[in-house]
């Protein structure tokens, strides 16, 4: 596994919308630990139904599932060549995991993985938010406010129906905030002591951001 990207970052700062296209332009898996629960969800599992019962309050799902669900992920043979992480880890505790599941299965240990930060003025957070709309198709994600669709029910790319994730409401969104500040902002310390951070200024429009993000990709890999 030579490169190795995480993202992090609170909800709405772009993460899953930088995977996307990175993930498709560098041919790499996104990890998306949130689009998995979702999928569990969905099929009913009893995984599903406990993982609901946390994400419907905005908490984190217990560390045994999420670590099992991306174990069993990064085991699979297109992540020979790398992954980005797009949710995970998300606590102290879910980093350490990381650590363990790495130091078993990975085949390039002395390849540190980069940890993008995305960092974004808090006010942006819950506009982009309740704005968010996502195709069950192909997964893209739109932003309302700032791209104007034809028909803000239907996705342009694949005439997909686009709906709003049952959590991007204003009251629940508050509550991931809290989780988020609380449990995944301690990591930034942590991986900026050893050396993984890179921070993002994930306030500038999706292009821009883009842009950086590629910057500092291949500013690493030559360096
Ligand atoms: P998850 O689905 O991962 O949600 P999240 O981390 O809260 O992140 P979001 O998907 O909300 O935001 P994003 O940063 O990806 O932003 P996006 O690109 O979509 O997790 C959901 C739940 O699952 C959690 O609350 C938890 O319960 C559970 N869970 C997940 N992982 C877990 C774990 N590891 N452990 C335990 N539980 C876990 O962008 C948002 C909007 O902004 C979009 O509309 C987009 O178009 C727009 N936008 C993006 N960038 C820009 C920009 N630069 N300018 C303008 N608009 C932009």
Request: proline share 4%; hydrophobic share 35%; aromatic share 8%.
């Amino acid at each position: 596994m030579k490169q190795k990207y995480i993202f992090i970052g609170p909800p709405g700062s772009g993460k899953g919308t930088q995977t996307e296209k990175l993930s498709h332009e560098y041919n790499l898996p996104h990890i998306d630990t949130g689009a998995l629960l979702r999928a569990e969800i969905a099929s009913g599992s009893e995984d599903g139904k406990l993982a609901d019962s946390f994400i419907s309050k905005g908490q984190l799902v217990p560390i045994t599932l999420v670590a099992n669900v991306i174990k069993n992920r990064l085991k699979k043979t297109d992540c020979e060549k790398g992954f980005i992480l797009d949710g995970y880890p998300r606590s102290m505790e879910q980093a350490y995991a990381l650590d363990d599941i790495l130091a078993e299965i990975d085949t390039d240990k002395n390849i540190k993985p980069c940890v993008f930060y995305f960092d974004v003025d808090e006010k942006l957070l819950v506009e982009r938010l309740v704005n968010r709309r996502s195709c069950i198709k192909c997964h893209s994600i739109y932003n309302l406010k700032t791209m104007k669709l034809n028909d803000e029910s239907v996705c342009p790319k694949c005439g997909g129906q686009l709906i709003r994730r049952d959590d991007d409401t204003e009251e629940i969104a508050y509550k991931r905030f809290d989780t988020y500040f609380n449990q995944t902002a301690p990591l930034i310390d942590m991986y900026k002591e050893r050396g993984w951070l890179i921070r993002l200024d994930a306030s500038k429009d999706i292009v821009s951001v883009y842009n950086d993000l590629v910057g500092e990709i291949k500013g690493h890999v030559n360096s």
